[in-house]
């Protein structure tokens, strides 16, 4: 059984913008790089959950997201970090689905490629739904960043609430 970081996409690894799904307007947050390298040599593996109503709302295909995706993960590739899945919720939220967070569609569909503890595991999202999506699939460890949607921190309901993606390292250390 591997321990595994589930990270939200937009918020989390790129600055946010409404309904991105073009490489040129594709940001990288300021750390990312270094914190899923320092991440990755303590053993987690590494996947992307991303709902993606723009693309149920017809502002963006399945195909954009997919060529987008594409180029992001080779991006991380040529700093050595290495995604091992990435899953989107394509549905608008008035769409009966299962995998749109707070559910846990995409978190399943990880379950049944990977041998995952999810008790050893840390989801790190951007709102609410994330922080929930994590609870409902069993994963007990948390991170919210601020930097995709502001918010009081005492409403949070993450065990750890930081500014971004950069300041992970100062939460999940090595075990002596």
């Known amino acids: ?7 939200d996409r937009d918020g989390v690894i790129n600055v946010e913008k409404n309904y991105l799904f073009k490489v040129e307007d594709f940001e990288f947050i ?16 590494l ?7 723009g693309i149920g709302r017809g502002y963006y295909t399945q195909d954009d997201f997919n ?30 689905c299962n995998c749109r967070k707070p559910n846990t569609g995409m978190i399943d569909n990880i379950l049944k490629n990977h041998k995952i503890n999810l008790e050893k595991s ?10 929930l999506c994590a609870k409902n699939s069993g994963i007990k460890n948390t991170i919210q960043v601020k930097s995709g949607h502001d918010f009081d921190e005492k409403s949070s309901l993450a065990n750890f609430v930081c500014n971004s993606i950069k300041e992970v390292k100062n939460i999940i250390i090595p075990l002596s």
């Open 1 to 7: 059984m591997e321990k595994a970081i589930f990270l």
């Open 30 to 45: 300021d750390g990312v790089f270094d914190t899923l390298n320092y991440l990755q040599k303590l053993g987690f593996k």
């Open 47 to 53: 996947f992307i959950i991303t709902n993606q109503s």
């Open 67 to 96: 060529k987008l995706t594409s180029w992001m993960v080779k991006e991380f590739e040529k700093k050595d970090i290495i995604i091992s899945q990435v899953e989107v919720c394509p549905h608008a939220p008035n769409e009966e």
């Open 122 to 131: 840390w989801l790190i999202g951007d709102k609410e739904s994330d922080i």
